[in-house]
T-cell receptor, first 115, second 112 residues
Framework: DTEVTQTPKHLVMGMTNKKSLKCEQH?????MYWYKQKAKKPPELMFV???????INESVPSRFSPECPNSSLLNLHLHALQPEDSALYLC??????????????FGDGTRLSIL | SQQGEEDPQALSIQEGENATMNCSYK?????LQWYRQNSGRGLVHLIL?????REKHSGRLRVTLDTSKKSSSLLITASRAADTASYFC????????????FGKGTRLHILP
C-alpha cells in the first residue's frame, strides 16, 4: 500500500462531463504534485503546490483546474476534456518542493479515459 | 527537452543475473534519483545520489554518478522476478524551478 491515496482508481467520462480527481497524504508533506503519464512514457509534471499555494503550472490547459484545500488534500478538477487527455494521472508529495534531495512519494494513480 | 535519457530502452535478463541501466543528462544537477514503476502502479523512490557523491548502495542496488560525463548507472544485482518494472532516472537541475524531470525509462523484464 502507498502512503499517497488517489481516488478514483479508474474514471471514464465524456467530453462534456465535469469530474474531480482526489489525492490525500498524511505524512506531513508540504509539497504536492500532479503528473500526467501516457503509456510507456515518463511522468510529465503538470502542477506543483507548495504550502498550499500553486507554485508551478507547466502551461497546462485550463480544462484542468487544481485545488489544494489543505496540506493533506489535492484535487484536480476536470471539465470539457479531450480524448488525448486519456492517461494515468499521478499524485505525489514530498517534504518540500525544494530540489535539494527530496524524494517524491507517489500514489497509484487514476486511469482516466475520455470517450 | 527532457533532462535524462536512459538506455537501454528495454532489457531482458535471466533471473539471478545482474541488470545495468544507464542515464545521461544535459545540464548541471544538484542530485539524481532513480525510481521504479511496476505495471499499473505509481512510482517508488529507490535511491538519491547528490552531485558531490560518486557511488551509493542500497541493498541489491548500486548507483554511480559521473558528473564529468553527465551520466549515472543503476546496477541491480542477483535479479528477481519482482524486479520486473520500468526504471526512471530523475534530475533536478541547478538554476531550474526546483522540479524534477524524468528520463524516458528502461523497461526491465526478468525471465524465470
Amino acid at each position: 500500500d502507498t502512503e499517497v491515496t488517489q481516488t478514483p482508481k479508474h474514471l471514464v467520462m465524456g467530453m462534456t462531463n465535469k469530474k474531480s480527481l482526489k489525492c490525500e497524504q498524511h505524512m506531513g508533506h508540504r509539497a504536492m504534485y500532479w503528473y500526467k503519464q501516457k503509456a510507456k512514457k515518463p511522468p510529465e509534471l503538470m502542477f506543483v503546490y507548495s504550502y498550499e499555494k500553486l507554485s508551478i503550472n507547466e502551461s497546462v490547459p485550463s480544462r484542468f483546474s487544481p485545488e489544494c484545500p489543505n496540506s493533506s488534500l489535492l484535487n484536480l478538477h476536470l471539465h470539457a476534456l479531450q480524448p488525448e487527455d486519456s492517461a494515468l494521472y499521478l499524485c505525489a508529495s514530498s517534504q518540500t518542493d525544494r530540489g535539494w534531495g527530496q524524494p517524491q512519494h507517489f500514489g497509484d494513480g487514476t486511469r482516466l479515459s475520455i470517450l | 527537452s527532457q533532462q535524462g535519457e536512459e538506455d537501454p530502452q528495454a532489457l531482458s535478463i535471466q533471473e539471478g543475473e545482474n541488470a545495468t541501466m544507464n542515464c545521461s543528462y544535459k545540464t548541471s544537477i544538484n542530485n539524481l534519483q532513480w525510481y521504479r514503476q511496476n505495471s499499473g502502479r505509481g512510482l517508488v523512490h529507490l535511491i538519491l545520489i547528490r552531485s558531490n557523491e560518486r557511488e551509493k548502495h542500497s541493498g541489491r542496488l548500486r548507483v554511480t554518478l559521473d558528473t564529468s560525463k553527465k551520466s549515472s548507472s543503476l546496477l541491480i544485482t542477483a535479479s528477481r522476478a519482482a524486479d520486473t518494472a520500468s526504471y526512471f532516472c530523475a534530475t533536478d537541475a541547478v538554476n531550474r524551478d526546483d522540479k524534477i524531470i524524468f528520463g524516458k525509462g528502461t523497461r526491465l523484464h526478468i525471465l524465470p
